[in-house]
Structure formats: C-alpha cells, structure tokens
C-alpha cells in the first residue's frame, strides 16, 4: 500500500510563555483528509499547540524555543497568521471570539479576506456556510453578540470556513454548550471532513471527540503522555478513568474482568 502523505507535521515541538515551559518536545500528525483529537486537562498545552501551529503565539507572549511545523511539506516556522491562513490552516479560538459589535454578515465577511480564489469561490463558501448553518442566513444582518452560545460557535466555524481550509484547528468547539448542540457540532465537523477539510480537534470533552476523530494524543502538562487509535485509546483504562468518566475499578479489582461485561461507564448527571 502506497504511504499516504501526512499533510501536517508537528516535531519534536517545545513551546514557553516566558519562564513556563508549555509545551516540551511534542510531536504530532494530521494525516491528509483525518480528523485527530488533542485529549488533555486544564493547562495541558491544547490551545498552546494549536496557536504555534497558526503562528498566533505572539499575541499571548508566547514563543517556540525549539521544533518544527509543516502543511503539506512546507514549513509554516517563520510564516505570519495571515500566510498560514493562505496556505489552508485555519483556526477556529478558544472561546469563539465572533466580533461581537459586528453583524452575522460582517462576521463571515472577515473570515474570506486573505482567503485563496476570488469572488465566486467566496460566493461558493458563503452558500455553503449558510447551507450548513440557516440560522446564519436568518441572522444576517444581526449583531453577532446577540446570538445564543452555540450559534455563535456555528458562526466561529463558518467565519473559519469562509477562509476554506484545508485544515481546521478547532479549539474545544463543544465547550459551554448543552448535549444536544454538542451533539450538532460534532455532526457538523463530520460533514465539514466529509467534504475533505482535515481537522485537528481541541477537547476536554473526551467522548465526543474520540467518536469522530480517528486517532487522538493526549496531553499531559506540555507531553504526548499517549496516542494512538481514537478505538484504542476509547477502550484504555487510563483515558476511560481519567477523560471518560469512568468510576475507580480498583475496588473491584478481584472482581474478574469477564464478570463485569457491561462496560462501566458513567456520566457526569446532566
Ligand atoms: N498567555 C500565557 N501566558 C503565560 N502562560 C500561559 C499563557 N497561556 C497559557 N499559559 C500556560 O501554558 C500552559 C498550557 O496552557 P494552554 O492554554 O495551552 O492549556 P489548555 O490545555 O488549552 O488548557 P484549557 O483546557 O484550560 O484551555 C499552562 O500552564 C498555562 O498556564
Ligand atoms: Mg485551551
């Protein structure tokens, strides 16, 4: 079987905000056409790798002090934010951050400038975005600050999608957002990859994220403490005890394996 290219490489990257060491030595990949998940607590280094990756470092004081990224082979060290935009990697930011002063319209508007094609692939990307989220077709001409906490993540990611990437780094998209719009998130980043677009997915929310991704990295204080198959890693106690939820077998540890057949999962209550 012919190797498939992995269009983005992320090695051996160290990255320090000052005297805190964020990221040490982490090294990442995001086959062509994947969707890859970044598992990890508070404070894990999830968005610092997402911001080295878009070059946005510099806006939160911090700086990559060793490493490499590359898109496609090409190396995106030494780019601006707007060069790696062109080149298809497009971040979607912790938090949303829609410009909040600004129409629905306006917003989608921003997120094209410094986008490949012309006017009719922009055309194109609108029609798209609007297919994938009406609301944003319904809303247009309102302030986007007025929009509720999920249409304003279907508007962060049809900003992102204006810029059509080749790649999406998306900053925990389910964060603050009830199960059932969650839920539309999710279905909607599968469709987003159906179409092509990689997606590099930042989540605390374990569940939903190793359900679309194909493989995953968890982070654990700025290292890979492990990755592997998303299947894998679902099925490992580690990650069930320490990102799914799952209660503390050890209690039952001379309970045999077999015995306990239902999986033991539990939920944090709605
Ligand atoms: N602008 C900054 N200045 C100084 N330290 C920072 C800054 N941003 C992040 N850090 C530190 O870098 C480390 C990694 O932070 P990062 O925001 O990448 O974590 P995270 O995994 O995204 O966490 P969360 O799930 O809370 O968003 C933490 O120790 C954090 O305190
Ligand atoms: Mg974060």
């Known amino acids: 079987m012919a190797a498939v290219s992995a269009s983005l490489e992320v090695r051996a990257l160290s990255v ?9 030595a982490i090294s990442v990949e995001v086959p062509a056409g994947a969707v890859v998940a970044v598992l990890g607590g508070n404070g894990a280094g999830k968005s610092t790798l997402l911001r080295a990756i ?27 934010p707007a060069q790696v935009v ?13 410009f909040a002063r600004m129409s629905v319209a306006d917003n989608l508007r921003a997120g094209a400038l410094g986008a490949r094609g012309g006017r009719k692939e922009g055309a194109a990307a609108l029609a798209r975005v609007h297919e994938l989220f009406p609301v944003l077709a319904d809303r247009a001409r309102q302030r986007a ?9 279907m508007l962060a990611l049809g900003r992102a ?18 199960p059932m719009m969650a839920a539309r998130i999710a279905a909607t980043i599968t469709e ?30 700025g290292e890979v403490a492990l990755s592997g198959p998303a299947d894998v890693l679902a099925a ?6 320490r990102y799914l939820g ?25």
Do not use: C
Request: net charge neutral.
């Open 16 to 24: 320090g905000y000052g005297p805190v060491r964020a990221l040490r």
């Open 54 to 80: 878009s070059r946005t470092l510099p806006f939160h004081r911090g700086a990559v002090s060793a490493g490499t990224v590359a898109f496609d082979g090409r190396p995106l060290d030494g780019m601006s």
């Open 86 to 98: 062109a080149a298809g990697v497009v971040q979607v930011p912790e938090g949303r951050q829609v």
């Open 145 to 153: 600050g007025l929009l509720s906490g999920g249409e304003q993540q």
């Open 161 to 178: 999608l204006m810029a059509r990437p080749k790649l999406l780094l998306l900053d925990e998209p389910s964060l603050g957002l009830a």
């Open 192 to 221: 987003i990859n159906s179409r092509g677009t990689s997606v590099l997915l930042v989540e605390q929310n374990a569940a939903l994220a190793l359900r679309l991704a194909s493989s995953a990295y968890v982070l654990d204080v």
């Open 236 to 241: 490992s106690d580690e990650v069930r005890r």
């Open 246 to 270: 799952v209660v503390d077998e050890t209690a039952a540890a001379d309970v045999p394996r077999a015995r306990t057949e239902a999986p033991a999962l539990s939920r944090w209550p709605a």
